[in-house]
């Protein structure tokens, strides 16, 4: 560990002012022992950077799978005051709403008679990979709509049931969504890739709840030991990557405007209160609902076919929650001893609001907020519930999964996606992928271990682990 | 080799030489297009697209340009062989050429959500330039 951080605890360490010139506050980060030992210097630095913006609250925020992202390391969080602050792409990223969300089913692993056939199914009907074509016709109308109001929109299309809207953060769509702030671009990279998966880390994934180690929340999520689960994982596709990449030409013209003082170009801001950034905002808030309708239609897609395959009912199989982990978004939270509005970026870091909070479903608000933490292909995956230590400690905020350790260009020189295909489907775990290398480039070795990054998020307070989920069969694109 | 992936954890990132800008840009989009099919065949070309960006440097140039490329090749199902290229101070225009997306033959690689401006650089050297440039998985 650099010889200026600063340990706290056992599980948080500090990144004192001056680590970087222009720090406006504190760097805080959660790490274990075992985490601390591959920290990137890198992933420090972007975390110290962020700490010089404008506006700022509190401190900049490191969660434990932190490391080297654009702009805000990836696991960054901040908060910034209402009228000081400012809105950076850095803090949410090229894939606005990339999410996570589960659906259980009346199922468990016995049931998979031919899981092979299942997997390949699912791989052929939910669209995968590069040049991957929307399974549905989407029309500009329905775009917009979408884009206004998300996964409302695609449960009108018929894609899903009334009762998804409302497990997701968000009711599946943030306000202050501004159709004029996406571009015609990002409208035609969205129309044919509505219901499709991407590629790189975006998954879709079967998997058995395999252990219960919070039986009052997972009962209250809706969640039984040897429960068979679906997860997905995705985002906003082409038309979010392209609204981060039109909106990064204004705001870095904006820095000049604003006469923000910047560490790294890859922070390029706007104040929260100006046309750049509200334009930004809007964009941003459009590229989340639409990344929610995305996740709706491939819901839809898995559910007709177990409801097909297994002649269960469509409504067995609900939606326990989705969560956004690379968003900003208008947020109350304490700060500075005063309760006050603030735009919270959560880059690669999920939402994990405690007991009590309004924006909890009813039904969820007694135990905190559902926290879904994929694993790696071969890891298991957790139900987590947020905290009151994440409302005290992180403006709401904790992991988002297990975080890379190792590069694509080397996973590939030392793996091959058929050895590693051979050697999950020992552990019972069957893989389909566009390609081998996608396999070998997302192979378990190049991620920290799942379990250790959400012990520390435990440990530290800031998440309560419910449920943990072992991976039976995976689609990658 | 015009180019090569260097280290980078999350994302890929590629250093890119050649002998002029022009012939810079042309290797880049080579390169982003090895990215996102991997190896594959080449097969005479069937498609032609007119292709223009501007920058206020060469290093955005690069990075518009190549936006602008990966934009062709989401909504055309573009797989580009080719380019036909004219850079001048800020601008690059010109065509690219190619044939159509087909998953049996490329889906060898993967896809790029954005390019990046981290870790980007741009260098005159000896032999021409030099461009390290990351696309954001």
Redesign the interface.
Known sequence: MHEKIQRINETEWEIPKGFVPGMRVSGRFFLSDTLAEGIEDGALTQLANVACLPGILNNSYGMPDIHWGYGFPIGGVAAFDETEGIISPGGVGFDINCGVRMITTPLTEADLTDKQGLIEELFEAVPTGVGAKSPIRLSQNDLTLMLEEGARHAVELGYGCEADVGRCEENGAMPGADVSAVSKKARQRGVPQMGTLGSGNHFLELQTAEEVLDEETAKTFGVKEGQLCVMIHCGSRGLGHQVCTDHLKVLEEAVKKYGIDLPDRQLACAPLDSPEGKAYFGGMAASANYAWANRQVITHIVREIFVKRFEVDYEEMPLIYDVAHNVAKWEEHEAGGVRRKVCVHRKGATRAFGPGRAEIPQEFRAVGQPVIIPGSMGTSSYLLAGTDGAMEKTFGSTCHGAGRVKSRSSAKKSLTGDAVAAELLMDGIYVRASNPAAIAEEAPDVYKPSSEVVKTVSDAGISRIAVRLRPLGVIKG | MPFE????????KMRITAPDFSALLCESGHALAAV???DFAKEPETLTLEIEAEGADRAELAV?FL?ELL?LT??E?LVPLSFSLTAEEGRVSGTVSGIE?D?KK??????V??????GLSLEETAEGFELQI?F??
């Open positions: 992936e260097l280290e980078h954890t999350a994302d890929v996102l099919y991997g518009n936006s934009f989401e909504i199902y997306f998953r490329h889906a060898g690689g993967i896809c959500k954005g390019i990046s401006y981290s990351i954001d998985i």
